[in-house]
């Protein structure tokens, strides 16, 4: 399909009589294309919506297929864009198919009447928006997400080659908005311009074909939702710490918030403690100690493991080698750089093949006093075993040379304080 411009913004200033809140925005959107528009409350979301739709005047240039738009008559305008506002009154008993009637009216000229083919285009509307049992309800008795839906199918039934809806599915439950955002994928896939204000990042990830993100009226990032819903972006506009990961289906990313409850320490003088991990056993651990203000590092991690997902997240460097590769030679090297320079070593006991023994055989070289093995609570050595017994000794051998073990984060915790700024302790534990 040839994409062409539909909605062409060119320093676009809107706002209200307080001041400008869009604030110098330039943008596009083509034919068969679903935007998503993202970003904090009150950054200006709906108010760019609503300048698009001439809902509010606008300064700049705003063309909707190459003309401006101040240019459209009322039903010249409502035959070319849609616009689902994100809630509206209900003050009269209307019948849902007369709400939707009302588009087909809207887009026609005065005095003209309404078809048999503006009564086809409503049907299909409620059937596609799952409201046709309820088309001749009083909307008076409508929840909340009939009412949404409603004005979805309103705009539906305008017909109209660009749709902007403004939050459309936030009082939908799941399958509602699983129905609704295949909709409007499916619509952007026959051609149509869709644009929606979403707040749930993830269902707007796993949706749009773009997302535009917007903080204190001015967008700042827009493009593949892989490329603008970075945990970095998602700090930085949100300050909300994110991991991302990718839908194990579809292949779309999704976003998690990280708080896992561990209030933040007070961390006096900085510790360099290098975390061993992998197998994703660590992430808890190495989000506990980043919480706590300690200075991290970490290695040596397969890319492909949530471990090193969670160093990413985190800002913690790491070693990282590719997935089911022997460890290469410099990272290796690096790795004995980084044991050498870390005040403390706590090495999450995770499972242990012939790919990763060497990370645990370097162990070894290390003076015991300065490890710390996490082992959680009911596992033994043995279990993390995968080496045929090459790892087990290794283990035994570490604890029995002098290295603690612990089963807590507490514990690690205690450990780490003790022993700060000294190098050498062993005694005084
Ligand atoms: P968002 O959709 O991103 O949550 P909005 O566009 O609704 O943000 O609002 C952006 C800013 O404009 C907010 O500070 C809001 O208080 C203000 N605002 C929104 N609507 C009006 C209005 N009708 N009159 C005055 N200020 C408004």
New binding site residues.
Partial sequence: MNSSVRILAEKIQA????GD??KNVSCSFTTGTFTGII????????????AFSRVIPSSGILELDNKAVSAYSPAELSAALGFVPQDEGRAFPYSVLQVILMARYARTRRFASIGSDDYARCHRALTVTGLARLANRSILTLSGGEWQRVLIARALAQDTGVLLL??PTSHLDLSHQVEIFSLLRSLAAAGSTVIG?FHDLTMAALYCDRLVM?CD?KIVADGRPEDVMTPEKIREVYGTEVVSSFHPVTGRMFLLPVDSGFPPGISGELQNVLVISGGGCGGELLHFLFRKGYRLSAGILATTDSDYLATKTLGIPCIAIPPFSTIPAPAQEKFRNSLARADRIVFSVHPVGWGNLPVLLALREVDPARIILHLPEGRDFASFDFARGSALPVLSGLCAAGARCSSGFGEILEFLEKTKGKPEFRNEL
């Fill in positions: 706002g209200y009589s307080g809140v869009v970003g904090p409350n009150g950054s200006g979301k709906t108010t760019l919506l609503k403004d939050e204000v917007i009226g």
